[in-house]
């Protein structure tokens, strides 16, 4: 079985300054990693995903996640954010062949001025 | 490239009335489908997914259904709404081959009953 906990239900965080958003997943095989960004009443949209090699991975506006297989962890970065990083971010998990990936419950990241 | 489409964007339907909610994918072929919902402050909740046509999984027990009668194409029904049923639904399809194949969702439907 596979699970993840995304440790923080809210992030708040001035504009400009660095964010990291955590996530740690279980599994007992080899996974497929991803995070998806949400704005309201849209739907979810790939962020990055992690599937094999450098286990730094880049993705789009600047976001960034580090791959820790002996954390079992993929927590999201950004140097430095902006209001309109305001969103909803939920980390995914995909393994063992399955065709379902789970969910966190999501991090809500408020960026103030 | 792939697009995904979902409709209506919003729908108000009082309880006791009957749903369908359409979702069609272009520019793939077999794609794996799903139904979620997103109940208000809280995480996904997968519904159903499908691997082909006809062929349809439930993940939990409800007042939901859902059909693909068509290569690209998913739809939610309820006989009859209850107000439970409120939420936003999203559909997602995936490719076929494989578990590294990223969900891609559509715009999603806010549902009220009421």
């Known amino acids: 079985a596979q699970s993840v906990t995304q440790l923080d239900s809210q992030v708040p965080v001035f504009e400009e300054a660095p964010v990291e958003l955590r996530c740690n997943y279980s599994?007992?095989?080899?996974?497929?990693l991803f995070w998806y960004v949400q704005y309201p009443n849209q739907g979810l949209q790939l962020l990055l995903k992690?599937?094999?090699?450098?286990?730094l991975v880049k993705g789009i506006n600047g976001f960034e996640a580090e791959f820790n297989k002996s954390q079992t962890s993929f927590h999201l970065r950004k140097p430095s954010v902006h209001i309109s990083d305001t969103a909803e971010y939920f980390c995914?998990?995909?393994?063992?062949?399955?065709?379902?990936?789970?969910f966190g419950r999501g991090t809500s990241l408020i960026v103030h001025p | 490239s792939q697009t995904i489409h979902q409709w209506p964007a919003t729908l108000v339907q009082p309880v006791g009335s009957p749903l369908s909610l359409e979702c069609t994918v272009e520019?793939?072929?077999?794609?794996?489908l799903y139904w979620y919902r997103q109940a208000a402050g809280r995480g996904l909740q997968l519904l159903f997914y499908?691997?082909?046509?006809?062929?349809i999984s439930s993940e939990v027990p409800q007042n939901l259904s859902a059909s693909r009668p068509q290569d690209r194409q998913f739809i939610l029904s309820s006989k009859k709404l209850l107000l439970s049923d409120s939420g936003f639904y999203l559909c997602?399809?995936?490719?076929?081959?494989?578990?590294?194949?990223?969900?891609?969702f559509g715009n999603g439907t806010r549902l009220t009953v009421t």
């Open positions: 997602a399809w995936s490719l076929p081959t494989g578990t590294n194949s990223p969900l891609h």
């Open positions: 599994s007992s095989v080899s996974v497929y």
């Open positions: 992690y599937l094999s090699g450098s286990t």
């Open positions: 995914a998990v995909r393994s063992g062949g399955s065709y379902i990936p789970t």
């Open positions: 520019g793939t072929s077999n794609p794996n």
């Open positions: 499908s691997v082909g046509i006809g062929q």
